[in-house]
């Protein structure tokens, strides 16, 4: 059984929806993040799902479970609600010149530009440990840097397909001076328009399965809750360290991705040339 549309529902489709999203909301709660790093090559692997069909999903899963996300941060006082809606208009729009600028620029190169990105982050969670005292001030150059923030974050979600977590829990941290637990639940608040508008323009291309999002979302949701509330038993350092290791884990699954592709693309080079030199 695959994930195709209109492939028939097992009772393993619904356990391996599930255990996606309990998951995928464990680590969203606990690092702030969409969980569609997870939920993306879980639904590739176990369901057979394409990978645009599995971005798609995982997108419209990310709605209920950042909600439950964002409630969770609510309760402890560790959401930025302006500054989130900033960082969401930025993104909104940013993922629009993603999308555009996705035909026009070489996929691989962008990986790459990505991971070194994240090895970066990787070693500023070792040199600086974020305050749980710290408060994140408005003015007018912060509003116009949280924009700048979003933007690149859509971008960038445009691009490569990344949750904006990845981007936006640690530039909170180090570069707003956010402590990491407001940190995280912005960056949830954050993602909820911005998943709502991508959803819907999957759903007009029919990239989405929506039985699969909602079995996902929902297990996921069930798990949300226990992710931040073991953020808030964690001290600081340690929240790093554990986000490192799972920077670590996405930066090492896209470089993977980006070698395959460039020996798919030097393969099919060779084939051409081998057929060019038999006529």
């Not at 394409?50 to 798609?56: P, S």
């Not at 941060?73 to 993603?98: C, D, E, K, N, R």
């Not at 996921?220 to 670590?248: D, K, S």
Request: aromatic share 8%; net charge positive; proline share 3%.
């Amino acid at each position: 059984m695959t994930g195709e549309r209109g492939a028939r529902r097992s009772a393993r489709f619904y356990l391996a929806c599930a255990g996606v999203g309990l998951a995928a909301g464990l680590l969203s709660g606990l690092f702030g993040v969409g969980g569609g790093t997870v939920i993306v090559p879980l639904l590739v692997l176990l369901l057979g799902f394409d990978q645009r069909l599995a971005a798609g999903t995982s997108l419209a899963a990310i709605v209920p479970t950042a909600s439950v996300g964002v409630i969770s941060y609510a309760l402890t006082g560790s959401v930025a609600w302006i500054p989130a809606i900033i960082l969401a208009a930025g993104a909104v729009i940013g993922a629009q010149i993603g999308s555009w600028l996705l035909a026009k620029i070489p996929q691989n190169a962008l990986r790459w530009g990505f991971v070194g990105f994240l090895i970066a982050v990787i070693v500023t969670l070792f040199i600086v440990v974020p305050s749980r005292d710290a408060v994140l001030e408005l003015s007018w150059p912060v509003g116009f840097g949280l924009a700048g923030l979003g933007l690149f974050t859509g971008i960038m979600a445009g691009l490569l397909g990344v949750g904006g977590g990845v981007i936006v829990v640690p530039a909170l941290m180090f570069l707003f001076g956010t402590s990491d637990l407001v940190a995280k639940g912005t960056s949830l608040l954050m993602m909820i328009p911005t998943a709502i508008s991508g959803t819907v323009g999957n759903a007009r291309r029919r990239n989405v399965d929506l039985l699969a999002a909602l079995v996902v979302g929902l297990a996921a949701c069930t798990t949300t809750a226990v992710g931040a509330w073991i953020a808030t038993l964690l001290n600081p350092l340690t929240a790093n360290i554990l986000f490192a290791a799972f920077l670590t884990f996405i930066a090492s699954q896209m470089a993977v991705r980006a070698v395959k592709t460039h020996r798919a693309a030097r393969a099919a080079k060779r084939a051409a040339l081998s057929s060019e030199a038999r006529r």
